[in-house]
């Protein structure tokens, strides 16, 4: 119950019904229960490469590759930048994505004291700047900037921007921004009806 | 208070509340809320080229055009296509905007029997077609779709692009759709980030 009880929106009556509900259980699903929550903290790493979650073996090395980063039929040539492993998960839910990715583990916030170094910003660069650092030696040729929409989502996209704008031969793109499908426009904020005004689209 | 018990939101006691209120109050507040009212049906009326509300004068044939259309220093060879005045007034809100506008008066909707015939499309398809009902006699050169980013607002879009294809010399666009700024990607759903990804824009 004490264990419980420390889970986040647990508290001491939901603890005491999760432990008893364990207590009349049989023993094969409560020691499922008690090897799931040990293989997290054993079998479950970051990418080596772009800090997705994965629970793959790692090598020797203690290096392990996630499903995506493993997947020849991805395309290489293009990596979308996220803050969270969340945020990739999202983005592989809607099936629309069929490139690469890199996880930041964050994003600059100079209040909080979190810089480049904080976050796995070296480690994209290097796979900018060295091909074969990238699943399949494959050079970056379109940067996507998938960080949230906030204010310090955009301070951190301004920043990669500047560093990839150093770098020749690759395209920066970011989210579309704009009346989320769906929406409707009387309703939307000054914020996003400027933005969908200004990012307006050609239509075919 | 059986009046004010007919508006929108109001309940028996809500009007009794506004009556003694209106009895209480002194003769110059109760007599200008009457006026105000009486006005609204007496002097508030569409635009007679945008559909846009207005409350100018009408002329001798009983047109009047609104405060945009009157206005010299709006772009007049940019229409924005929305649906209620409502979005109007949340679009012009933003300060963005510099062009002129055309209200549809609703959207298509077969299943309720709105076809373009009971819209004013024929009167922006006229400002299309005729530049001398434009203000100030200018051509339309683009035609921005600002329709609700609803499954009715898409089929009414499909609508006017195709009539807007016919025209030469007409640039179709449409406000943009993505991400709401200040919102978080894990938390979107499916068909905002399919939109987000594949509407994704260049960044310099």
């Not at 493993?70 to 395309?75: E, G, I, K, T, V």
């Not at 301070?155 to 769906?182: C, D, F, K, N, W």
Request: aromatic fraction near 4%; hydrophobic fraction near 40%; charged fraction near 25%.
């Amino acid at each position: 119950m004490e264990e419980f009880a420390n889970l986040p929106g647990v508290g001491r009556r939901s603890a005491e019904r999760l432990a008893f509900h364990i207590l009349k259980s049989p023993p094969q699903a409560a020691l499922a229960l008690s090897r799931a929550i040990a293989d997290v903290k054993e079998k479950v790493r970051h990418c080596s490469v772009c800090w997705n979650l994965t629970d793959r073996a790692a090598d020797a090395g203690g290096a392990a590759r996630c499903e995506i980063c493993n997947d020849p039929q991805r395309d290489r040539g293009t990596m979308l930048v996220v803050e969270q492993p969340k945020d990739l998960i999202a983005l592989e839910q809607t099936g629309m994505y069929k490139g690469l990715y890199h996880v930041l583990m964050g994003r600059i916030s100079p209040l909080d004291g979190i810089g480049p170094e904080e976050l796995t910003v070296s480690g994209l660069l290097g796979r900018l700047d060295h091909p074969d650092l990238n699943p399949g030696g494959t050079p970056v040729v379109e940067l996507i900037l998938g960080l949230n929409p906030t204010l310090e989502g955009d301070g951190t996209s301004l920043y990669l921007m500047q560093e990839a704008s150093r770098r020749p031969g690759i395209r920066v793109t970011r989210l579309a921004r704009g009346l989320p499908t769906g929406s409707q426009l009387e309703f939307a904020n000054k914020a996003v009806l400027a933005d969908a005004i200004q990012c307006r689209q050609e239509v075919h």
